[in-house]
T-cell receptor, first 114, second 115 residues
Framework: NAGVTQTPKFQVLKTGQSMTLQCAQD?????MYWYRQDPGMGLRLIYYSASEGTTDKGEVPNGYNVSRLNKREFSLRLESAAPSQTSVYFC?????????????FGSGTRLTVV | AQTVTQSQPEMSVQEAETVTLSCTYD???????LFWYKQPPSRQMILVIRQEAYKQQNATENRFSVNFQKAAKSFSLKISDSQLGDAAMYFC????????????FGGGTRVLVKP
């Protein structure tokens, strides 16, 4: 099925460990996004990539890095995980010109940092 | 910066009845889009309904309808004939070209459906 694929679905890290969350979309969308979801705060934008070759900070970028590997793939890296990064992470994609369209979301990654 | 506020953390509704979720937003732009997303326990984000700011007519999708009040910057979602499968978190979201086409979300409202 066409859509956004995120891996892994669950992960437990120790404080200070690093990891990369992978995201791939097969809809030929130009724009991709990483959000984190915390209780009562909705989804907050971490980083986004408006098009291949570009990345920009969102609302909560500290402690994260991203790579737009190609048009399909957009990864999120935690270099030194902290308990405050315990959250559910969503990747999404969309067409940049189509404001009318919402985003297509992946199924999320539940990350726990102990 | 645009902000989206959902003032109801949780709403409860009897099966087959109607519930209305509130959403307000703050923007200085005139051209934008508003969305309601549903997030069931599976965690998947599902687009429920969307509204273009330049359209005065309220959007409707089957049992879901919105009341869009542009001057008041209000965008409420009405769920009619509630079903058990409507139980979920609901998020209001805003998007505009001037804001870089990024979606800005409210904090969410949990809907409980009583049988």
């Amino acid at each position: 099925n066409a859509g956004v694929t995120q891996t892994p679905k669950f992960q437990v890290l120790k404080t200070g460990q690093s990891m990369t969350l992978q995201c791939a979309q097969d809809m030929n969308h130009n724009s991709m996004y990483w959000y984190r979801q915390d209780p009562g705060m909705g989804l907050r934008l971490i980083y986004y990539s408006a098009s291949e070759g570009t990345t920009d900070k969102g609302e909560v970028p500290n402690g994260y890095n991203v790579s737009r590997l190609n048009k399909r793939e957009f990864s999120l890296r935690l270099e030194s995980a902290a308990p405050s990064q315990t959250s559910v992470y969503f990747c999404a994609s969309s067409e940049v010109w189509g404001q009318y369209y919402g985003y297509t979301f992946g199924s999320g990654t539940r990350l726990t940092v102990v | 910066a645009q902000t989206v506020t959902q003032s109801q953390p949780e709403m409860s509704v009897q099966e087959a009845e109607t519930v209305t979720l509130s959403c307000t937003y703050d923007t200085s732009e005139s051209d934008y889009y508003l969305f309601w997303y549903k997030q069931p326990p599976s965690r998947q984000m599902i687009l429920v309904i969307r509204q273009e700011a330049y359209k005065q007519q309220n959007a409707t999708e089957n049992r879901f309808s919105v009341n869009f009040q542009k001057a008041a910057k209000s965008f409420s979602l009405k769920i009619s004939d509630s079903q058990l499968g409507d139980a979920a978190m609901y998020f209001c979201a805003y998007r505009s070209q001037a804001a870089g086409n990024k979606l800005t979300f409210g904090g969410g409202t949990r809907v409980l459906v009583k049988p």
